[in-house]
């Protein structure tokens, strides 16, 4: 029985020092419309928007197709990553009603400098 106890209390602990752990998190650094078409990825009458944004050391350019309803982003704001890989970012979005988890595709992955 006490060590049943002892186990209950290790894994207690084990996730609480799991939860204090900081979410990596997406800094947007800038918004700005696809006009040209070599930043145009889909030729739809969407408006495409083009986002750069900050991951650890990697500068991701990211696409998002605006729709209706979709949550927006903000520059200079932080977002906390779900999933990043080199073919989408998946992050949430803190809503007026609740949160959304929005999926954006990626152009491109730099290695910047870290500052």
């Known amino acids: 029985m006490r060590t049943a106890a002892m186990f209950f209390i290790g894994l207690v602990l ?30 739809t009458s969407f408006n495409q928007d083009i986002i750069v944004g900050t991951i650890g050391n990697k500068r991701y350019t990211l696409e998002e197709l605006k729709s209706w309803g979709m949550p927006t982003l903000e520059v200079g704001q932080d977002y906390n990553v779900v999933k990043a890989d ?15 988890t929005l999926s954006l595709n990626v152009v491109t992955v730099e290695e910047v400098d870290a500052k």
């Open 86 to 100: 080199g073919k989408a970012v998946k992050f949430i979005v803190h809503g007026k009603k609740r949160d959304e």
């Open 14 to 43: 084990a996730s609480h020092s799991f939860a204090q752990t900081a979410p990596v998190q997406m800094h947007v650094n800038s918004i700005h419309k696809a006009t040209r078409d070599d930043e145009k990825t889909y030729r």
